[in-house]
Nanobody
Framework: VQLVESGGGSVQSGGSLRLSCARS????????MGWFRQAPGTERGEVAR???????TYADSVKGRFTISLDSAKKTLYLEMNSLKPEDTAMYSC???????????????????WGQGTQVTVSS
């Protein structure tokens, strides 16, 4: 499974960016999806998660500013980022995983498939 990211770049504080994570063949329908970021000298952390039922969860640091979504064809995952701050500067990566069956299909804590990453730089 190949995930191709795009949309990173440099913006000023308060600006917006939209990251994309595309899959060329099959759709992400029913998959577990997430966006992660890692700044230099820090551990990678999940900023947004989209469960297989479409419910989204966010890290406290991005709540109200970031939105994770899938397009109607369910082949592209987005991360809409608004009101960007310098502390949002990081390498952003998308991740995907097939849910496992445990009395019903559920998402695991980890992800099997990863994109290559796209850099987001926010200047003050």
């Amino acid at each position: 499974v190949q995930l191709v990211e795009s949309g990173g770049g440099s913006v000023q504080s308060g600006g917006s960016l939209r990251l994309s994570c595309a899959r060329s063949e099959y759709s992400f329908s029913g998959w577990c999806m997430g966006w992660f970021r890692q700044a230099p000298g820090t551990e990678r952390g999940e900023v947004a998660r989209l469960d297989r039922d479409g419910s989204a969860t966010y890290a406290d640091s991005v709540k109200g500013r970031f939105t994770i979504s899938l397009d109607s064809a369910k082949k592209t995952l987005y991360l809409e980022m608004n009101s960007l701050k310098p502390e949002d500067t990081a390498m952003y990566s998308c991740a995907a995983d097939i849910p496992v069956y445990s009395g019903g299909y559920v998402c695991r804590d980890g992800y099997e498939y990863w994109g290559q990453g796209t850099q987001v730089t926010v200047s003050s």
